[in-house]
């Protein structure tokens, strides 16, 4: 069992930035592969960013990329996601997700098993 919590959520304007921090306990940390995803009001969650279990390969949606990093840190549990450069496209609630690490870093909700209850990020124009 690994429980997940996300904070550094909040209200920023366009163009700003927040480092979101996933924190993790339970299991050995450096077993899972972890990603974040979001969902704005209406729409789908979507992937949005993963790393391996040793932090050696990462993966970025394409509506991201270049603007998001993604980090981790096994020896402090956490996994963060430095957004800069922010719109108002990237409002939603944030999540991250931790599944068994394979070599592969899956895109698809069904690919996590674990789950935090979500941090708000609020972007305005």
């Known amino acids: 069992q690994v429980q997940l919590v996300e904070s550094g959520g909040g209200l920023v304007q366009a163009g700003g930035s927040l480092r979101l921090s996933c924190a993790a306990s339970?299991?050995?940390?450096?077993?899972?592969?972890v990603a974040w995803f979001r969902q704005a009001p209406g729409q789908e969650r979507e992937y949005v960013a993963g790393?391996?279990?040793?932090?050696?390969?990462?993966n970025y949606a394409d509506s991201v990329k270049g603007r998001f990093t993604i980090s981790r840190d096994n020896a402090k549990n956490t996994v963060d996601l430095q957004m800069n450069s922010l719109k108002p496209d990237d409002t939603a609630i944030y999540y991250c997700?931790?599944?068994?690490?394979?070599?592969?870093?899956?895109?698809?909700?069904?690919?996590?098993?674990?789950w935090g209850q979500g941090t708000q990020v609020t972007v305005s124009s």
């Open positions: 339970g299991r050995t940390f450096s077993a899972y592969n």
């Open positions: 790393i391996t279990w040793s932090g050696s390969g990462t």
């Open positions: 997700a931790a599944a068994i690490r394979t070599t592969s870093i899956s895109t698809r909700l069904s690919g996590y098993r674990y």
